[in-house]
């Protein structure tokens, strides 16, 4: 299934039964110099009070920071579109945000104006304390093309250089975190394993839009590529 098709065929991916997702096994991990923790798209669009405020999205802020000092390797990611995004509804004569349109890759949601270049809405949230983090990936910011991964823009060929950073500095392994669950750190999470990297999200440092049964689907999608979903307390703290 094409990752695009999400959010319209949720409910018969992920509403019915159990996930069988809990791949953790006994025992505290403790990343080391081949991990990384990357922080996705914790930003005051959406936090509350933002353009696109995820229910919740405040309460990672807190575990995040207490991850932090277990990780010698940070990645923080930005959204951080253009007026007139090909993403915004508003883009759109007669167009309402989280409706559809077909663009060049595929089915695109469609959101309200946010993370727009430049503003105090795409800044980071001023709460959010990751001093050590070593890069900061910006993504959505071609006019005409979505991206929710971390590593890739939604035609699934240009590449954001993540995947080429972490190989380059010998990072094996990925820990993502952020919002939402179901856009950004599930396609992040997915395309980090496509990469060839082993893939967690921790899942407390997390939460998700749901948008008609995402969040489900996105867990199930995540569950068949390999990801593994744990808990921040299954991290050895510093």
């Not at 299934?1 to 991990?29: C, E, P, Q």
Request: aromatic share 8%; hydrophobic share 45%; with cysteine.
């Amino acid at each position: 299934m094409h990752r695009r098709t999400l959010v319209k065929s949720a409910a018969a991916l992920g509403l019915a039964g159990g996930l069988g997702f809990n791949a953790f096994a006994a025992g505290k991990i403790k990343p080391g110099a081949k991990a990384a923790l990357i922080v996705v798209d914790v930003q005051n669009c959406f936090l509350d009070g933002g353009t696109l405020a995820v229910k919740g999205g405040n309460e990672v802020i807190p575990v995040i920071n207490a991850l932090a000092p277990a990780f010698e390797n940070i990645v923080v990611t930005q959204d951080w579109h253009t007026a007139g995004h090909a993403s915004f509804a508003s883009t759109y004569s007669g167009k309402k945000p989280f409706e559809t349109t077909k663009l060049s890759y595929g089915t695109q949601v469609l959101w309200p104006d946010h993370c727009v270049q430049g503003t105090d809405d795409a800044a980071l949230g001023k709460e959010l304390k990751v001093p050590t983090a070593q890069l900061v990936i910006r993504k959505g910011f071609h006019k005409d093309m979505d991206s929710y991964s971390a590593f890739e823009e939604a035609d699934h060929k240009t590449a954001t250089g993540l995947a080429g950073y972490l190989k380059a500095r010998g990072i094996k392994t990925v820990y993502v975190t952020g919002l939402a669950t179901d856009f950004c750190v599930a396609w992040t999470a997915m395309d980090a394993r496509k990469a060839g990297f082993d893939a967690y999200v921790i899942e407390d440092a997390t939460r998700g839009i749901d948008l008609n049964g995402s969040l489900a689907a996105a867990w199930k999608q995540m569950a068949a590529k390999g990801v593994k979903r744990i808990q921040s307390a299954d991290i050895q703290a510093a």
